[in-house]
């Protein structure tokens, strides 16, 4: 019987010169990842350190709906062995088994790269097994660790107190601690899902570990190192050619972009230069501002839009009103009390009071002189440890182990979702005591607010003649009673901004 060892990698670089020299022997490489950037990379690695004659196949989200793809997929025992690698996301589907008769071993090498607060272990272990009698098992999971709370009791307190599943709230005390039901079902069940959850994305390699041996695996920890990693060249290529493909994208008129935009809601994949094409005409349309050189920078990573989107949700939300009449005072309201906690809401709303907490607004909004330091930021600390729960269900995403030590840099975790960044403003000196001081970047802010009181004209033109259009329909049917009428052709222009020439 074929020992079953999964051997996993403390050097992501190492392991990718591993995939080189495997393709390079000319063996079956099956190379999945959670992550469709990384596969899109470690193609291009491929293709960079071992030529264009590679017979490989990529599946992500890009084209797991092309026929091809789905042709590949519902004959793939056969179909892999006329190629040399196939690399994927999840997006290969669930129900692809790879099981060769008589258990033949035809597919030499599986490699696993993935990365933490995507999936969880078991979603990692379905990955990697769908090649059943691989010659060997190669995996790099990212070592990062979270703090989750992972403790039922603690996580059904906070979510109560949040009221994140309202009926189970019977009401507030006059201490402000809230009453509920501890043995409300639903309460129960989001509880212990949340907990399963946070546990697993605790302790991903540790848990994978546990999970393989349960299954009768050996686990092999792997040692080797590299000085430079091959993909991560092939990144800064991808990221280079998107950045003038994005330039040179020809403007489409308003037909070829409704085309466009209904075959991305549809889920219809698109060709490489159609979805440059739709990048470039979905950001000027949505943001009304034309992409230059610095804004493609700032999109190096692909999200630049909904941090825009991100940013002119916040901003009508921090100008302060007098005695506390605003929503984000309201919403601060709870914690003046003690034992009081934040309620359930929005992302947009909870980044506006942790930035309002952190003292960065002013009456009207941003203060652009405005800095913090550990000493200012104590409330700030105190809000975060009080509604941590609340806080990474809201936002997706965990707080910092550090950040009652180290409160600025989750200040600016929280600051980069609407592409701002805290950067060193003063050092100085209290009782031999060294100071840091921190305050956001002017020149981002500038840029990003730009950006974002655009978006929000945009949006705001687009609901006008939204509104226009249906308020004329409304009219026309009361005109014609009881006849049915075609859709007007001012439906066809509200499919989203796509009137609205950049």
Same mark, same amino acid.
């Given at each position: ?66 026929? !091809? ?12 062995? *006329? ?92 201490? !402000? ?11 129960? @069940? ?20 546990? @999970? ?152 009207? !909004? ?30 997706? *995403? ?20 609407? !592409? ?67 859709? @007007? ?14």
């Amino acid at each position: 019987m074929h020992k079953r060892t999964v051997y996993l990698h403390k050097s992501r670089a190492f392991l990718e010169r591993e995939v080189v020299a495997a393709v390079k022997r000319g063996e079956r490489c099956f190379i999945v990842s959670n992550s469709k950037k990384y596969i899109k990379a470690v193609h291009r690695m491929i293709l960079i350190e071992c030529g264009g004659h590679v017979a490989m196949r990529v599946i992500t989200s890009d084209n797991s709906r092309d026929d !091809g793809i789905l042709r590949f997929l519902a004959n793939v025992k056969e179909e892999f062995l *006329q190629i040399q690698v196939l690399a994927g996301t999840p997006s290969i589907g669930t129900g692809i088994d790879m099981t060769f008769p008589n258990d033949q071993i035809l597919v030499d090498r599986v490699f696993g790269f993935f990365y933490p607060f995507i999936n969880t272990h078991t979603d990692i272990d379905q990955q990697l097994c769908r090649v059943r009698h691989p010659g060997r098992v190669d995996v790099w999971i990212n070592p990062a660790t979270f703090n989750f709370t992972s403790n039922v009791d603690v996580i059904m307190d906070d979510l109560a107190r949040g009221y994140a599943v309202p009926r189970a709230v019977r009401g507030r005390r006059p201490d !402000g601690m809230v009453e509920y039901d501890r043995a409300d079902p639903l309460l129960n @069940l989001c509880a212990h899902v949340t907990a399963l959850q946070r546990a697993s994305k605790n302790r991903l390699v540790e848990l994978f570990c546990a @999970l393989r041996v349960a299954n009768g695996w050996t686990v092999e920890w792997m040692d080797g190192a590299a000085s430079t990693s091959p993909v991560t060249a092939a990144r800064e290529i991808l990221a280079a050619e998107r950045a003038e493909k994005l330039l040179a994208a020809p403007l489409v008129g308003n037909d070829d972009y409704i085309e466009l935009d209904m075959k991305i809601q549809n889920g219809t994949n698109l060709s490489d230069e159609d979805r440059i094409v739709y990048e470039r005409n979905h950001f000027e349309r949505t943001v009304g501002i034309p992409l230059d050189e610095r804004l493609v920078e700032l999109d190096r990573d692909g999200k630049l839009l909904p941090r825009i989107s991100t940013l002119a949700a916040v901003l009508p939300l921090l100008p302060a009103a007098d005695q506390g009449a605003d929503l984000v005072s309201w919403l601060l309201e709870p914690t003046t009390t003690p034992k009081g906690r934040l309620d359930k809401t929005r992302p947009e709303r909870l980044m506006a009071v942790l930035i309002r907490v952190a003292g960065l607004t002013s009456a009207d !909004g941003f203060d652009d002189k405005a800095v913090v330091s550990v000493d200012s930021l104590t409330r700030f600390v105190g809000i975060c440890r009080d509604n941590r729960t609340m806080i990474e269900e809201i936002l997706g *995403q965990p707080l910092r182990n550090d950040y009652h030590k180290k409160p600025t840099r989750q200040l600016n975790e929280i600051l980069k979702r609407a !592409g701002l960044d805290l950067i060193e403003a003063k050092t100085h000196k209290v009782a031999g005591k060294k100071i840091r001081s921190y305050g956001i970047s002017r020149d981002i802010l500038a840029t990003m607010t730009t950006l974002a009181l655009s978006y929000r004209e945009v949006e705001a033109r687009v609901a006008e003649e939204k509104a226009m259009a249906l308020s004329q329909k409304r009219n026309r049917r009361e005109r014609v009673e009881g006849v049915d009428e075609p859709a @007007l052709t001012e439906d066809r222009n509200l499919l989203s901004r796509f009137f609205l020439d950049p």
